[in-house]
Nanobody, 128 residues
Framework: VQLQASGGGLVQAGGSLRLACAAS????????MGWFRQAPGKEREFVAT????????DYSDSVKGRFTISRDNPKNTVFLQMNSLTPEDTAVYYC??????????????????????WGQGTLVTVSS
């Protein structure tokens, strides 16, 4: 599975960005997808996850209410809509995928160690 993240950039505080992650190489609906981020000098942290079916989502407390994860299975793409951005959101954002059987398509995953595939990251910089 190959994951390609895009959509990062420079935005002012209070602004919005929409990240996208395109997947190839596996039936997309069997992938539980997640977004993580890593700020300079900090460890990678969980941001959001969405089940293969798209019906279940989970967010970190720091982004809940501001970020929305979604997916378009026919287009093999997962999105992260980020609103009300603050300088604390500045980081490299990574998408990740976890292979699951179709019977587990409702599962979401928080730990980074639970994911099988990773994209290359896209930089988000929020200026104050």
């Amino acid at each position: 599975v190959q994951l390609q993240a895009s959509g990062g950039g420079l935005v002012q505080a209070g602004g919005s960005l929409r990240l996208a992650c395109a997947a190839s190489g596996r039936t997309f609906s069997t992938l539980n997808m997640g977004w993580f981020r890593q700020a300079p000098g900090k460890e990678r942290e969980f941001v959001a996850t969405i089940s293969g079916s798209g019906g279940n989502t989970d967010y970190s407390d720091s982004v809940k209410g501001r970020f929305t994860i979604s997916r378009d299975n026919p287009k093999n793409t997962v999105f992260l809509q980020m609103n009300s951005l603050t300088p604390e959101d500045t980081a490299v954002y990574y998408c990740a995928g976890r292979s699951l059987t179709s019977s587990r398509r409702y599962i979401t995953t928080r730990p980074a160690a639970g994911y099988d595939y990773w994209g290359q990251g896209t930089l988000v910089t929020v200026s104050s």
